[in-house]
């Protein structure tokens, strides 16, 4: 039966109960809800990323939110120079964050255990303080989104929309984890969690497996920084910290 419906049953109730929180908090008049029920939304997406390479993979990472920074800059630059295309600064977000993910997990995966944490930390920490250098956009004042992003059949101007395109991304992510779970590529990545050397003796290199979960969250956590700077209409450098990492 789960198999059939994807989820069980009680998961169906809830994601059924966040689709009708915009319309609870329109009749109670109460816009306030919406926007934060969208914020928990959104970091449920970044949670859902860093499961991969966290929970999956075993690796634990104290810098992921260098990608939500990415992220929100990625919507925050374009639109201080008058692009709101929601498609050109997804692709600045996708592109940039697969970039610096990919070099960093390169360094960060020659580690393991503490050192892998405390690397992860320092590149998040080292962006942060190369955001806080570029006084053009903002320093550690930030800056707002002056334009919301405009995807041609909808936008992100108001807390309402962001929340819906935020529970329809989490809904997808969540289908598309149970699937990439028992994947082969899921399975392979969940065996090295538990015995790196069998898994490697088996003639799979492990390290390729968790270099490209480490892109793949990177990125997801940067579209989850996306819709959050189109939530608050402004990005923050406060963003990367080490923190909203922990958080």
Same mark, same amino acid.
């Not at 960093?104 to 992860?120: C, H, P, Y």
């Given at each position: 039966?789960?198999?059939?419906?994807?989820?069980?049953?009680?998961?169906?109730?809830?994601?059924?109960?966040?689709?009708?929180?915009?319309?609870?908090?329109?009749?109670?008049?109460?816009? %306030?809800?919406?926007?934060?029920?969208?914020? #928990?939304?959104?970091?449920?997406?970044?949670?859902?990323?860093?499961?991969?390479?966290?929970? *999956?993979?075993?690796?634990?990472?104290?810098?992921?939110?260098?990608?939500?920074?990415?992220?929100?800059?990625?919507?925050?630059?374009?639109?201080? *120079?008058?692009?709101?295309?929601? *498609?050109?600064?997804?692709?600045?977000?996708?592109?940039?964050?697969?970039?610096?993910?990919?070099?960093?997990?390169?360094?960060?995966?020659?580690?393991?255990?503490?050192?892998?944490?405390?690397?992860?930390?320092?590149?998040?920490?080292?962006?942060?303080?190369?955001?806080?250098?570029?006084?053009?956009?903002?320093?550690?004042?930030?800056?707002?989104?002056?334009?919301?992003?405009?995807?041609?059949?909808?936008?992100? #101007?108001?807390?309402?929309?962001?929340?819906?395109?935020?529970?329809?991304?989490?809904?997808?992510?969540?289908?598309?984890?149970?699937? %990439?779970?028992?994947?082969?590529?899921?399975?392979?990545?969940?065996?090295?969690?538990?015995?790196?050397?069998?898994?490697?003796?088996?003639?799979?290199?492990?390290?390729?497996?968790?270099?490209? #979960?480490?892109?793949?969250?990177?990125?997801?956590?940067?579209?989850?920084?996306?819709?959050?700077?189109?939530?608050? #209409?402004?990005?923050?450098?406060?963003?990367?910290? *080490?923190?909203?990492?922990?958080?």
């Amino acid at each position: 039966m789960q198999k059939r419906f994807l989820f069980p049953l009680w998961a169906w109730l809830f994601f059924a109960l966040l689709a009708g929180v915009p319309f609870y908090a329109s009749v109670s008049d109460d816009p %306030f809800l919406t926007a934060f029920v969208a914020r #928990a939304l959104i970091y449920a997406i970044a949670a859902t990323a860093l499961n991969i390479v966290l929970g *999956w993979g075993g690796l634990v990472s104290l810098g992921h939110a260098l990608f939500i920074g990415l992220g929100m800059y990625s919507v925050a630059i374009p639109s201080f *120079w008058g692009i709101n295309n929601g *498609w050109i600064q997804l692709a600045v977000c996708l592109l940039s964050c697969g970039l610096i993910g990919g070099l960093t997990g390169l360094v960060s995966l020659r580690t393991t255990g503490i050192a892998f944490i405390m690397i992860t930390l320092a590149f998040a920490q080292m962006a942060y303080f190369v955001i806080v250098s570029l006084k053009l956009f903002g320093g550690d004042d930030g800056m707002a989104v002056a334009v919301a992003s405009d995807f041609g059949a909808f936008t992100l #101007a108001n807390a309402a929309s962001v929340y819906a395109c935020a529970l329809v991304l989490l809904f997808l992510l969540t289908v598309w984890m149970l699937k %990439f779970r028992e994947s082969p590529f899921g399975m392979t990545l969940r065996a090295g969690r538990q015995n790196s050397r069998r898994v490697n003796a088996m003639g799979l290199v492990l390290k390729q497996y968790q270099l490209t #979960a480490y892109v793949l969250s990177a990125m997801l956590c940067g579209v989850a920084g996306m819709l959050l700077a189109n939530l608050n #209409a402004y990005a923050s450098p406060s963003s990367m910290t *080490w923190v909203v990492s922990g958080d």
